[in-house]
């Protein structure tokens, strides 16, 4: 089945970038998803790429991937402290009616 | 619009014990999703719904039932509690022509099964 994989933890000053990666294994997935959750909140949809692009950049955020390989990152510019959050990757199916996610990765911004 | 409204916040429960978690929308979304999140595994999806009238299995079925009899409603059922369903569920939902590009999450049911 599929598999989205991510390091547990990342920890960066404030104000420089922080990179998340993801590998995932479905070739067929159409879209993959950045995700951003809050602590006691739900998740809230950062953005997205369509698996024919390689990157895709929305203010502060960068996405690149790598269809090849496999391997997906986000990457924050000029990060904050309110930037500090769990963001999971995921990849939907090729039906698009399921998504899978990564176990997250906990985003720690030092002042 | 409320968005996607979850209740409750919080529960605790005995082991063998069933409850119904509530889930709604209000802004006309085909798909509805539940998922439940434990420490480390990210959010493993339980059932969806692609409209009224129609649901199917996702990661993790067992244990759980749901129906959707209207668009806005997707009510998750847990017909005999066990430890092992101690999580955070949320329910998500989202245009179906949209993919998951316009996903919106509630704020999450926490529950303990003791």
């Given at each position: 089945g599929e598999d989205v994989e991510q390091s547990l933890f990342l920890s960066v000053r404030e104000g420089d970038s922080s990179v998340i990666n993801c590998t995932y294994t479905d070739?067929?997935?159409?879209y993959l998803y950045w995700y951003k959750q809050e602590p006691g909140a739900g998740l809230q949809l950062l953005t997205y790429i369509f698996s024919n692009m390689d990157m895709k950049q929305d203010q502060r955020l960068t996405v690149l991937l790598n269809k090849k390989d496999k391997h997906l990152s986000l990457r924050i510019a000029d990060?904050?402290?309110?930037?500090?959050a769990i963001y999971f990757c995921a990849e939907s199916n090729n039906a698009g009616n399921m998504l899978t996610f990564g176990g997250g990765t906990r985003l720690m911004v030092k002042p | 619009n409320a968005g996607v409204t979850q209740t409750p916040k919080f529960q605790v429960l005995k082991t063998g014990q069933s409850m119904t978690l509530q889930c709604a929308q209000d802004?006309?979304?085909?798909y509805m999703s539940w998922y439940r999140q434990d420490p480390g595994m990210g959010l493993r999806l339980i059932h969806y719904s692609v409209g009224a009238g129609i649901t199917d299995q996702g990661e993790v079925p067992n244990g759980y039932n749901v129906s959707r009899s209207t668009t806005e409603d997707f009510p998750l059922r847990l017909l005999s509690a066990a430890p092992s369903q101690t999580s955070v569920y949320f329910c998500a939902s989202s245009y179906r022509d949209q993919g998951f590009r316009e996903q919106f999450f509630g704020p999450g049911t926490r529950l303990t099964v003791l």
């Open positions: 070739s067929s997935s159409t990060t904050q402290t309110g930037d500090s | 802004m006309n979304h085909e």
